[in-house]
């Protein structure tokens, strides 16, 4: 089980943006005695599904 920095290190993303999404039931997460925790391996899964980091964010159109 990954901690709450372990897995922003491995995201490069702060501490307090891999808890919010947490609580927007972005990124696959448990609890153990009240402490957010994650799988290795579901983790990964979800990194090899395609997460997007912003997904509100618009893509550019590429220009010609």
Avoid: Y
């Avoid at 009240?34 to 899964?45: K, M, N, S, V």
């Amino acid at each position: 089980m990954l901690t709450v920095v372990e897995v922003a290190k491995f995201m490069s993303v702060s501490d307090k943006t891999i808890r919010k999404w947490c609580a927007e039931g972005r990124i696959p997460h448990g609890r153990l005695a009240g402490t957010i925790r994650f799988d290795r391996e579901q983790l990964q899964a979800w990194v090899d599904e395609g997460w997007n980091p912003n997904p509100n964010a618009t893509t550019k159109e590429p220009e010609e």
